[in-house]
Antibody, heavy 127, light 107 residues
Framework: QVQLQESGPGLVKPSETLSLTCTVS????????WSWIRQPAGKGLEWIGR???????NYKSSLKSRVTMSVDTSKNQFSLKLVSVTAADTAVYYC?????????????????????WGQGTTVTVSS | DIQMTQSPSSLSAYEGDRATITCRAS??????LNWYQQKPGKAPKLLIY???TLQSEVPSRFSGSGSGTDFTLTISSLQPEDFATYYC?????????FGQGTKVEIK
C-alpha cells in the first residue's frame, strides 16, 4: 500500500524559501503524476501544482512565478520549493499521488484523481 | 484557471437526513469533477470521480451527478461519520482547482 510522508522545516522566515519533500513508500514514483496542495488554517484546499515522474510540471497560475517542483526517482521522492514566502503562505502542505483511471463511455477517457495523500505538514512563515 | 463555486458553504442536518451539495464550474468541464471528504486534522479522502463514479470502498449512500458546469453530491442518509467538509475539484485542464468547501454539521 502506497504511503506518502511530507518533511521539511516547520518555520520559514519571510522572504526566504520554503522547501518540502514528499517520500513515497510501498510503491514506485515512476509513471505517476504527483501533486502538492495546501490549506491555511480554517480555510479551503488550494492546489499548487503537479509533476510527472519524468519531471514535467504544471503550476497554479497565481503561484507559477514562485514555485518549483522536482522529482528524484532514485530516492522515490518529489519536492516543492516556494520562494519569497510571506505570512500568506502559512498553511498545512499536503502531497498526493495522482491516479489516472480510464472511464469507458463509447471510448476511453482518462480521469485524474488525487487518491493517496500524505498526512500533511504545517509550515509557518514568521520572523 | 477554471473557478469552482460550491453551495452552500455550510449546512446543518440531522442524522438520517438527505444532504445535497452543489458545485458549479466557470466553464464546461464535461465530467472531469471529483469530490473529496475532509475531517478535522486529517487529509482529504477521495469519494467520487468522473462526476458520478464511487471510489472503491466508499459507501453507496454517497452519489454524484452532473456534467458540463453543474454538479451535485448527495448523501442519501447522513451517518455520524459523514459530518465533515466536502470539496469538489476539477481535472478538466492541466491546472486544477478546488471549490471552497461545504461543511456539513450536526443539527
Amino acid at each position: 500500500q502506497v504511503q506518502l510522508q511530507e518533511s521539511g522545516p516547520g518555520l520559514v522566515k519571510p522572504s526566504e524559501t520554503l522547501s518540502l519533500t514528499c517520500t513515497v513508500s510501498g510503491g514506485s514514483i515512476s509513471s505517476y503524476y504527483w501533486s502538492w496542495i495546501r490549506q491555511p488554517a480554517g480555510k479551503g484546499l488550494e492546489w499548487i501544482g503537479r509533476i510527472f515522474s519524468s519531471g514535467s510540471t504544471n503550476y497554479k497560475s497565481s503561484l507559477k512565478s514562485r514555485v518549483t517542483m522536482s522529482v528524484d526517482t532514485s530516492k522515490n521522492q518529489f519536492s516543492l520549493k516556494l520562494v519569497s514566502v510571506t505570512a500568506a503562505d502559512t498553511a498545512v502542505y499536503y502531497c498526493a499521488r495522482v491516479a489516472i483511471t480510464m472511464v469507458w463511455g463509447g471510448f476511453a477517457l482518462p480521469f485524474y484523481t488525487m487518491d493517496v495523500w500524505g498526512q500533511g505538514t504545517t509550515v509557518t512563515v514568521s520572523s | 484557471d477554471i473557478q469552482m463555486t460550491q453551495s452552500p458553504s455550510s449546512l446543518s442536518a440531522y442524522e438520517g437526513d438527505r444532504a445535497t451539495i452543489t458545485c458549479r464550474a466557470s466553464q464546461n468541464i464535461s465530467s472531469y469533477l471529483n469530490w473529496y471528504q475532509q475531517k478535522p486534522g486529517k487529509a482529504p479522502k477521495l469519494l467520487i470521480y468522473a462526476a458520478s463514479t464511487l471510489q472503491s470502498e466508499v459507501p453507496s449512500r454517497f452519489s454524484g451527478s452532473g456534467s458540463g458546469t453543474d454538479f451535485t453530491l448527495t448523501i442519501s442518509s447522513l451517518q455520524p461519520e459523514d459530518f465533515a467538509t466536502y470539496y469538489c475539484q476539477h481535472s478538466y485542464s492541466t491546472l486544477w482547482t478546488f471549490g471552497q468547501g461545504t461543511k456539513v454539521e450536526i443539527k
